[in-house]
């Protein structure tokens, strides 16, 4: 299991693809062994640069200068040391130094990495390595475990205290939420008698919190009595909430989730589903089958979207970094840069665009994105209000209940920030006048 970890852990570290898809469960796996190859993947990723400070005292030697064939086990060997309690310190250590010489490394660097993981077990506790860096940001960024620059432009621009709480909530492992398609308390009861325990969800209407058991592995999940998905994005879809006998284009709508957030409301409303991956709209296929809401489904680049005038609402929940993800999506917080981030507003911008001609006069054209960054979301919406003077925001608060109501932060915007409960979303809904 361990080496497998580390391949995976090499693989995602070179790749840009997510990491769940690199943790594919063989057929028949057991769901213990599942679940400790997430956790030692998915936390090692989490704790990167913390790893990589502990590992380097530990060392003496920057982690650039250690063989790349040894520094996953390495990091899968501090994470299980530092950050788990049932792990023996002897496996943790064993493991790590076969799956090097497995790895082809030489007897030297099997003895290093021995050395290496002996002195961390010897102080086995995080407080052992402290992080003394001067400049309290560069301290704060290896003590959290994220990159520097993200964490001087979120203290820029949501200050120290609300940045910590941001840090902490991205190292916290998130609940599994359901998007319930039956009544919500029908769905606690059912649930409960397959041992699964659930609580209402604090944000989402029709969410709960999966409190306790395997939901994916209930009958309730394969009649398709819920959807899995994040309250936040439950929450984003419905902002603001839709109207009986909407048309709806959502606009980048694989797998499916905004989509049948919306349709959960109770409004008899009518979708059209458009993204432009193929791949991708064959899992929401899968998924409207499932939950038994099939919608027509068009193959398109949205910014080119094939409809005039034909919708009351378009929703266009864009690709982005994914900033208010980085608990679920521990991978994404290494691959983030300031060109990523103006990248992405191009194309989001480039989207909604393309978009406005799709919206009947008086409907909605809504953005949404699971990023918390001003370039992907405030910056991108300022731009297009500036060249489509035919687009206005929306006044949000009459038209949201309690809890949503509490998260409008502004003429026409919507946030929540990622805690431990939920992840980070933005939402900006815009009229065609
Ligand atoms: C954030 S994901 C959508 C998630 C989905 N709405 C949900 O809630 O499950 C963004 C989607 O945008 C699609 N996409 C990216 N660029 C696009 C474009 N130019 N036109 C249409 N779809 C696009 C991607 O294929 C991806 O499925």
Redesign the pocket.
């Known amino acids: 299991m361990r080496a497998r970890a580390a391949r995976a852990l090499d693989e995602i570290l070179d790749s840009r693809a997510p990491a769940d898809s690199f943790l594919a469960t063989a057929a028949g796996e057991d769901p213990r062994d599942r679940r400790f190859l997430r956790e030692l993947v998915l936390g090692s990723l989490r704790w990167l640069r913390r790893l990589d400070w502990v590992i380097e005292a530990a060392a003496r030697r920057p982690v650039e200068e250690i063989d790349r064939k040894a520094l996953s086990p390495l990091r899968l060997g501090v994470y299980q040391l530092l950050f788990l309690d049932r792990v023996p310190s002897h496996a943790a250590v064993d493991e790590a130094v076969a799956d090097a010489r497995r790895r082809g490394c030489h007897r030297g660097t099997a003895g290093f990495v021995n050395a290496v993981l002996r002195r961390v077990a010897a102080g086995r506790q995080i407080e052992a390595w402290p992080v003394d860096v001067e400049d309290p940001i560069a301290r704060l960024a290896i003590e959290e475990s994220h990159p520097e620059f993200l964490v001087r432009r979120w203290i820029a621009c949501l200050g120290e205290s609300r940045t910590r709480a941001l840090l902490a909530a991205n190292n916290t492992r998130r609940p599994l939420h359901l998007l319930c398609l039956d009544e919500p308390e029908v769905l606690i009861r059912e649930l409960a008698e397959e041992g699964v325990r659930c609580e209402r969800s604090e944000l989402a209407p029709r969410g709960l919190k999966v409190v306790e058991g395997e939901a994916r592995a209930t009958p309730a999940f394969r009649r398709g009595a819920f959807y899995i998905q994040d309250a936040a994005?439950q929450a984003a879809a419905v902002i603001p909430p839709p109207d009986r006998g909407e048309r709806v284009l959502?606009?980048?709508?694989?797998?499916?989730?905004?989509s049948f957030s919306l349709t959960s409301t109770g409004a008899t409303i009518r979708v059209t589903a458009?993204?432009?991956?193929l791949r991708?709209l064959g899992r929401l296929r899968e998924n409207q089958s499932r939950l038994g809401r099939i919608t027509p489904i068009t193959v398109?680049?949205?910014?080119l979207a094939p409809f005039a005038e034909s919708f009351d609402r378009v929703v266009a929940?864009?690709?982005c970094s994914g900033t208010g993800t980085l608990a679920r999506h521990p991978e994404l917080r290494w691959r983030l840069s300031d060109a990523e981030f103006e990248r992405l507003a191009k194309?989001g911008l480039r989207?909604l665009a393309g978009l406005v001609e799709c919206v009947r006069p008086g409907g909605l054209l809504i953005a949404i994105t699971?990023s918390i960054e001003a370039e992907e979301n405030d910056e991108v919406v300022a731009e297009l209000l500036a060249s489509r003077p035919r687009l206005t925001l929306v006044t949000l608060e009459k038209s949201l209940l309690p809890p949503l109501d509490g998260h409008v932060a502004g003429l026409g915007k919507w946030q929540v920030l990622p805690t431990s409960e939920n992840d980070g979303f933005t939402v900006h809904a815009l009229r065609r006048t």
């Open positions: 994005s959502d606009s980048a709508a694989a797998p499916g989730g905004k458009l993204d432009r991956s991708r398109a680049d949205a910014a929940d864009l690709p194309a989207m699971c």
